[in-house]
């Protein structure tokens, strides 16, 4: 071979591999770029997977429906929130199927398909938001919130809707629910019959309503411009001070005060507080209820419970009161205190020769007697009938007790001219000193009442202190104790019955059972010389419940002949009602009797009062439910309250014959009876007055408007026998 077609081949060989060469790198690089498309379509279209991934969990997990709509109305998709809205479990119950028809209410789907369909025409472009009901596939309603967006194709023409849904139908009804109570609370703001007030920690008024701006005498815009305390009277005092320091420091309180008008009228009110905070700020409401009305009644009923009437001293519960912490302070500062018992001698011949006029008149004149007597410091007070009591304070010894007596005696030993009647009546006086004679004041009185009898004993008119001797001397009671347990036994012990009528038309209500004592030899013994020692011996519960039956039994026997509806009303001492079984003998009674309930009524006394006032309540309520009528009897006595009044289940009270007797005097005592007739009506009670003795005490009682009355000047207490008789008559 030719050099030269070595050489040619040579470089024709050559020339191949550098082609090869040539295509062989153009291979690998059209095999990476093709790798490298490869990889970023792979990579795109991973991207896109994780794009569609995140989409699709944001469309599951949304706490919104998301919703798509092709042109047709027809649901394209739906999230997880969308379907538990709808109340639909799987999206492929509601894919391919039109919104119109499974989402909306029948009422709007015409209205709701017409916006629709012109949304997808081009004439109107979505509302951003909108309200709008859907129905679910157990037929309910739910408000949803809808934002709105539209769908396109790629030639850009309309292709559907994509729509977020947030349920707010709990939201609107919490807010409708809010606005109602906001109008209901502003509705009471501005209507309430109570006053309320907003104010400030400095007392500024920042807000009241209308009935707490007319109880001030101002107008709201005038009221709310005002500082609290140009409305209190002395809101400089201690006690002022106090307690709005306790209000601004969160408390909530309870009160009276004292406000003061823009006409300068004194008003009281009852306040409640609380104690609110709105942000940073803190604030009082208060709720004002005007009390003036109810004082002055609570002031007319004191002066009436806590005042004798006939003397104007303080009666027993005020005595009882003062005392008692008279004796308090004693005992922490070792000082020494008596009590005197002071009785009249002979008072009781008196009333039954002079009458009772003339007896309440040496009453009045005792008492302004007794005051002279005493220091301004001791405390006098008349119990009863014509019984006085004294408190005497920081003695320095037993000598200044025995001055004062002295002074009594020397005071009432002398003739007083009453009424005309020229008299000589003294006073028996027992001295009891603490704390020799007794730690508590029960019984320093029982003591003083003690030597009070011991100087009786002795020859009256004088005094006498309490010693051991007494003691003795009274186990003479006990004799008096022996000849009731004779007379129960012996069956001495008669009712007497005194007629109750009505002032209208002088009906007979029906009748009260007095208690009468007839001893074998024929003496009469009154009530008040055998109940007390029957009292304290526990015998009265025998005796009571004897009495109870005897009335019970008559009064069924007045109804068999014909006279129905007369009330019986039997007397109940205060040991009587504190015996537990006292309601067991009253139905007892009623049932062996046969009576009906409603024909019996159980009359207690003010004295009730001083003994456990929820405990006699209980037992009294429980009369009550058996149909039994309850009375209050010898009202104005000294122990009633308004608060015993609201609390005790009566039906009625007695006027006491004291104020009766005051019905032929001119002044302010005339005025306690209307006034109590007034109390009565407006609590809803009878009033029946009684120991009525003449003709101008019926007139007076007449215009009053008394219920009923009893009295000698209608019948004194009459026999069993003679009941029918009388009736007959009236």
């Known amino acids: 071979m030719m050099f030269m077609d070595v050489v040619l081949m040579a470089i024709i060989a050559g020339a191949g591999l550098l082609l090869i060469i040539l295509l062989r790198r153009e291979v690998r690089r059209k095999t990476k770029s093709l790798l490298r498309e490869i990889l970023e379509r792979r990579r795109v279209e991973n991207e896109v997977r994780e794009q569609r991934n995140v989409a699709t969990t944001y469309l599951q997990v949304a706490g919104v429906m998301l919703c798509s709509l092709d042109a047709r109305g ?81 030639d850009g023409q309309v292709a559907g809707v994509f729509f977020s849904g947030d349920d707010i139908t709990a939201r609107k009804k919490a807010e409708r629910e809010l606005n109602l109570s906001r109008l209901r609370y502003q509705t009471l703001f ?135 912490q008279e004796i308090l302070r004693a005992k922490r500062t070792g000082h020494l205190c008596a009590v005197l018992f002071v009785d009249l001698d002979h008072f009781k011949n008196v009333n039954d020769t002079l009458g009772h006029s003339v007896g309440d008149e040496l009453l009045k004149d005792s008492a302004a007697k007794l005051v002279t007597c005493i220091r301004e410091t001791d405390i006098l007070a008349r119990l009863g009938g014509d019984e006085f009591s004294v408190l005497l304070s920081d003695l320095e010894s037993i000598n200044d007790a025995q001055a004062i007596a002295e002074r009594i005696r020397e005071k009432f030993n002398a003739p007083r001219i009453i009424v005309g009647n020229d008299l000589f009546v003294t006073a028996s006086v027992g001295i009891a000193v603490h704390p020799s004679d007794g730690e508590h004041l029960e019984d320093l009185l029982k003591n003083a009442d003690t030597a009070m009898y011991a100087a009786k004993a002795s020859g009256r008119n004088t005094y006498c202190f309490f010693d051991q001797v007494m003691h003795e001397n009274a186990a003479s009671k006990m004799k008096v104790e022996r000849y009731l347990r004779d007379a129960l036994e012996k069956k001495e012990f008669a009712l007497f019955y005194q007629p109750i009528v009505s002032m209208a038309d002088g009906k007979v209500r029906g009748f009260e059972a007095l208690l ?56 109940m001492s205060v040991a009587q009602l504190r015996w537990k079984n006292l309601v067991g003998i009253i139905k007892s009674a009623l049932d062996q009797s046969g009576l009906p309930p409603h024909l019996l009524e159980v009359e ?127």
């Open 74 to 154: 027809q649901v394209t998709l739906i999230n997880k929130k969308g379907l538990e809205i709808l109340g639909y479990n799987d999206e492929q119950e509601l894919l391919g199927r039109n919104w119109f028809d499974v989402a909306v209410p029948e009422a709007a789907v015409a209205d709701v398909r017409g916006v629709f369909a012109r949304m997808m025409a081009g004439d109107v472009g979505p509302v951003e938001y909108h309200e709008n009901l859907v129905k679910t596939s157990r037929g309910e309603e739910r408000l949803i919130a809808f934002h709105n967006a539209l769908l396109h194709d790629s």
């Open 190 to 324: 501005d209507k309430a019959s109570d006053g309320i007030m907003f104010m400030d920690k400095e007392g500024r008024i920042i807000g009241a309503n209308e009935s707490f701006a007319r109880m001030h005498g101002y107008s709201v815009d005038e009221i709310t411009t005002m500082n609290i305390r140009a409305l209190i009277v002395n809101s400089n005092s201690r006690l002022v001070q106090e307690r709005m320091a306790q209000i601004m420091q969160g408390e909530t309180l309870q009160f009276e005060v004292t406000h003061i008008t823009k006409d300068g009228r004194v008003v009281q009110q009852e306040i409640s507080t609380s104690f609110i905070t709105i942000g940073t700020e803190k604030f009082v409401q208060s709720f004002h209820r005007d009390i003036t009305e109810r004082k002055l009644l609570e002031g007319r009923l004191i002066t009436i419970a806590r005042s004798d009437a006939l003397t104007q001293l303080p009666n027993r519960v005020c005595f009882l009161e003062k005392a008692g």
């Open 516 to 571: 009468r004592w007839f001893k074998a030899d024929g003496e009469l013994v009154l009530p008040g010389e055998f109940i007390g020692v029957a009292e304290e011996t526990g015998l009265i519960i025998a005796i009571g419940e004897w009495a109870l039956h005897e009335a019970c039994r008559f009064n069924k026997r007045l109804c068999d002949e014909g006279h129905a509806g007369l009330v019986m009303s039997v007397n």
């Open 604 to 730: 207690v006394t003010e004295s009730l009062f001083i003994e456990s006032l929820d405990e006699a309540i209980g037992v009294l309520n429980a009369i009550r439910d058996l149909g039994v009528h309850v009375s209050l009897d010898d009202f104005g006595t000294g122990y009633s309250s308004l608060v015993h009044l609201l609390k005790l289940p009566i039906g009625s009270l007695k006027i006491d014959r004291i104020f009766i007797r005051e019905i032929a005097r001119d002044g302010d005592e005339n005025a306690m009876i209307p006034a109590i007739i007034d109390l009565a009506h407006k609590l809803k009670l009878q009033v029946i007055a009684e120991g009525v003795e003449a003709g101008a005490q019926v007139e007076k009682l007449l215009r009053d408007r008394c219920d009923y009355y009893q009295g000698y000047y209608l019948s004194k207490p009459i026999k069993a026998d003679e009941v029918l008789p009388f009736l007959a008559t009236h």
